[in-house]
């Protein structure tokens, strides 16, 4: 899973979040026969592997005028139009349809709503627009839906911190997913977006938002992490103690997987070459021999400069 797709799981599964959500991209009249109070999140999806590259989603159901009913909140990953959503649309529907009849489970209407955080501004039709050139003979033998469709492009900055949504943590998150893929507008706009949440950072369950919302930036922007910590800081002191702490683990986790990746494909001077750099880098002489797979004694003598024999695992270098 993506960094933007995990973000938005992260955002999506908070039940808060949903309802604010839903209130204000739904139609009125919709929203007036539902329950709000009886959202209840499904668990799995229904994105299957040809779905998998085009968008993730988070589904909830409720009762709705004395029945029940559901909802699929669906992230769009690209950050462009594509122009194939309703086919993808129809698929997904069919998948979790198809589900609920290989479960035994009522068959309910679906309400999909689908948010997009590209760049480029985007209004797609539904699926019937793809065949508006044919005879009106052909038209009922088309399927045809209609979704919700959230463009965050179309949403101020402003607008987004102090107008539409209500829930704190809803506002952080689109700010963030709208503003991601400009590096230089998110970092000089990341104190104020953070701002929205100074009360809500005190709580325990504010602050495991905001190691979401930094683990999300540091893995999918280039910001520099002293920057990152200072915006963080100056609105939540232990916010810049988790900053610094989840920058350290995903250093770690960086020089780990470049440890294996280069053992797999390296000789023996890429092997010294990693285990020196790793050790530079602060990982312990234990770590070290068990991501490179070697023994610790070797480790060491590799630190001290030490001659060692060439691991069998490892080509010499010619």
Avoid at 223 to 231: A, F, G, H
Wanted: net charge negative; aromatic share 8%; with cysteine.
């Amino acid at each position: 899973m993506g960094h933007h797709d995990l973000f938005f799981k992260k955002t999506s599964s908070i039940r808060e979040n949903a309802a604010d959500f839903l209130q204000h991209t739904l139609a009125p009249e919709l929203v007036k026969e539902m329950d709000l109070d009886t959202l209840t999140i499904e668990k799995g999806s229904h994105v299957d592997t040809a779905l998998a590259e085009n968008f993730s989603d988070t589904v909830y159901n409720c009762r709705f005028s004395g029945t029940r009913i559901k909802i699929a909140l669906l992230f769009e990953h690209k950050s462009s139009p594509d122009n194939n959503l309703p086919f993808q649309l129809h698929r997904y529907l069919a998948n979790l349809w198809d589900n609920s009849i290989n479960q035994k489970q009522p068959i309910l209407p679906v309400i999909p709503i689908v948010l997009y955080h590209g760049w480029k501004p985007w209004t797609p039709g539904t699926l019937i627009t793809r065949f508006d050139k044919w005879p009106d003979a052909v038209k009922p033998y088309i399927p045809d839906f209609e979704f919700a469709f959230v463009d965050l492009s179309a949403y101020s900055n402003e607008a987004i911190k102090t107008g539409v949504f209500k829930a704190v943590s809803l506002r952080i998150a689109l700010l963030i997913m709208k503003n991601i893929f400009d590096q230089q507008k998110l970092e000089n706009h990341l104190t104020q977006f953070l701002e929205i949440g100074r009360a809500y950072f005190q709580e325990t369950q504010g602050l495991k938002f905001l190691e979401a919302v930094i683990n999300y930036i540091l893995q999918a922007t280039e910001i520099e992490t002293d920057k990152l910590v200072q915006s963080v800081a100056g609105i939540s002191e232990k916010g810049g103690d988790i900053a610094m702490t989840t920058a350290e683990k995903l250093r770690q986790e960086g020089m780990q997987q470049g440890m294996q990746q280069g053992m797999q494909k390296g000789s023996y001077k890429t092997m010294v070459s990693l285990v020196q750099n790793a050790k530079r880098n602060g990982l312990t002489e234990e770590m070290i021999a068990r991501i490179a797979n070697l023994d610790i004694t070797l480790v060491r003598k590799i630190l001290n400069n030490e001659p060692v024999e060439i691991p069998l695992h490892l080509p010499a270098d010619s």
